[in-house]
């Protein structure tokens, strides 16, 4: 019995330990520019002192709770199509939630996610932009715990 827990605990390792491991592909391509920020630096982060508001230290508790935050580029014909792709597969496979979707002029912006367990709280955040005169691709895409819940923000 504690060989099957231990051989399945072992499996589903990937499961948890390389969440978006699709879009490793886009990392090191010439022609894919790539901004990638990880868990450890998000530590490092964490440890700063923040004086000033309490908006500013609410904000930096949330980027403490990023695990990564990814941001591909590309002018690329063919990578273009492989980000499309990927994110069309990740999207069935995820069930993310499609929060909003923009097009005017050829350009179209897509953002999905993966509600926390309050309806103000982001597990998962993913964007995809296209535009269809440049050719331009944008992939971000963000994993980490961000509530939006007691934010004193101000839209002018």
Not at 6 to 20: D, E, K, R, V, Y
Not at 38 to 64: H, I
């Amino acid at each position: 019995m504690k060989k099957i827990i231990i051989t399945s605990l072992l499996a589903a390792m990937p499961l948890f330990g390389f969440a978006q491991k699709e879009f490793d592909q886009f990392e090191d391509k010439d022609g894919i520019s790539a901004v990638i920020i990880r868990e450890k630096l998000v530590e490092m982060l964490g440890t700063l002192e923040v004086s000033g508001t309490q908006v500013a230290k609410s904000y930096l508790d949330n980027v403490k709770s990023m695990e990564s935050l990814r941001i591909f580029t590309t002018k690329d014909r063919q990578y273009a199509l492989d980000m499309e792709t990927t994110v069309a597969s990740y999207l069935k496979k995820k069930h993310m939630e499609e929060l909003i979707t923009v097009n005017d002029n050829g350009k179209n912006v897509k953002i999905y996610t993966v509600s926390g367990p309050e309806p103000s709280d982001i597990k998962e955040l993913l964007l995809f932009t296209k535009d269809a005169k440049d050719n331009e691709v944008v992939l971000l895409t963000f994993v980490g715990e961000i509530s939006l819940k007691d934010k004193n923000t101000t839209i002018n």
